[in-house]
């Protein structure tokens, strides 16, 4: 089969690798479209090393058709189209996963639409809901709210009873949020959010932030915070390092929660998948949340696809089709 390779020299290869092998609870998918997610940017440049046992190519996502299945599956059956959320492995024509990393692709859905689900509706979950145990009624602020995670974030929000706020990088990237549900943005350019934040909320703080940006934003992070509010930080695009208040913590009682997705238990990742099966693919199936693909990529040319990514311009996903 073929795959993305990184070269030496940090550059995309579409060429011949070796058919990953099928565990016993595996399921194969030969794959017709992979989303891009940031975390690849980061591996390809030697940031990111997948966790042991993962697959070293790139691709956290893949949707397609199930090629083959291990002799201890009991859901899926050879030619079922589904999508799923992968340690790595996507950019390629198969991949191998566990079965319970698999769910059917929502009705009406093709596959790029589908590739764009699994990671970001996956991490937007797991931190929103499981983490921060957000609840009806309660607002949250979303950093990056025009990326793929915000995109799904914001709809997440807006279908289970939560107002938000988002910051964003242009007046372009707060209309298309406003689009999406919410109720306000901010421009960083315009200096901190702080202040818009506490105008949205009627200075009351927020109840949760979801913040994939990390040291330069922590310290009005906490400022932005109500009494009990939770931090949840699943990025660190500003850098790891910063002073931390530690008596904004104790006098609020705030939480700051450090999450990753990839590299969690599978029994975690299969909880993360059911809970997404179960509540929000059917508001994809009816339209309530919708996928957010800003454009769509052959595979071959992963290199002008990652470039477009990096460049921040973007608004949604990124998809590349096998």
């Not at 058919?19 to 940031?38: C, D, F, S, Y």
């Not at 339209?287 to 693909?293: A, E, N, R």
Request: proline letters at 5%; one cysteine or more; hydrophobic letters at 45%.
């Amino acid at each position: 089969m073929r795959a993305i390779v990184v070269e030496s020299d940090q550059t995309l290869a579409w060429k011949e690798v070796p058919v990953p092998a099928l565990g016993p609870k595996e399921v194969a998918i030969a794959v017709k479209a992979t989303a891009i997610n940031r975390a690849d940017l980061m591996q390809r440049r030697g940031l990111y090393p997948p966790p042991p046992g993962a697959s070293s190519v790139l691709g956290l996502e893949c949707a397609g058709v199930v090629a083959a299945v291990g002799d201890e599956t009991v859901r899926f059956q050879v030619g079922d189209s589904v999508c799923a959320l992968l340690p790595g492995g996507g950019y390629a024509e198969q991949v191998v996963v566990d079965e319970g990393s698999v769910v059917p692709i929502p009705d009406g859905f093709d596959f790029v639409q589908a590739a764009a689900l699994p990671e970001v509706y996956a991490t937007a979950w797991l931190n929103l809901f499981i983490e921060a145990e957000m609840q009806p009624g309660e607002r949250c602020v979303i950093h990056a709210g025009a990326s793929g995670v915000g995109s799904a974030a914001i709809q997440l929000c807006g279908a289970f009873g939560v107002s938000c706020f988002v910051t964003i990088g242009s007046d372009e990237k707060r209309d298309y949020c406003r689009s999406l549900g919410a109720g306000a943005g901010h421009v960083r350019t315009n200096g901190s959010f702080k202040e818009a934040v506490m105008n949205w909320s009627e200075s009351e703080g927020v109840d949760v932030i979801l913040d994939p940006v990390g040291a330069g934003y922590l310290s009005d992070n906490l400022d932005s915070l109500r009494l009990g509010g939770r931090l949840v930080l699943i990025g660190l695009m500003s850098g790891a390092r910063t002073e931390l208040d530690m008596g904004k913590l104790m006098m609020k009682r705030l939480r700051v929660i450090g999450s990753t997705l990839r590299a969690r238990p599978l029994v975690e990742k299969k909880t993360v998948m059911a809970e997404l099966e179960r509540y929000v693919w059917p508001k994809l199936a009816d339209g309530s949340l919708s996928p957010q693909v800003d454009r769509v990529f052959p595979i071959a040319e992963a290199d002008a696809a990652h470039a477009l990514m990096a460049s921040d311009e973007t608004k949604g996903k990124v998809v590349l089709k096998v």
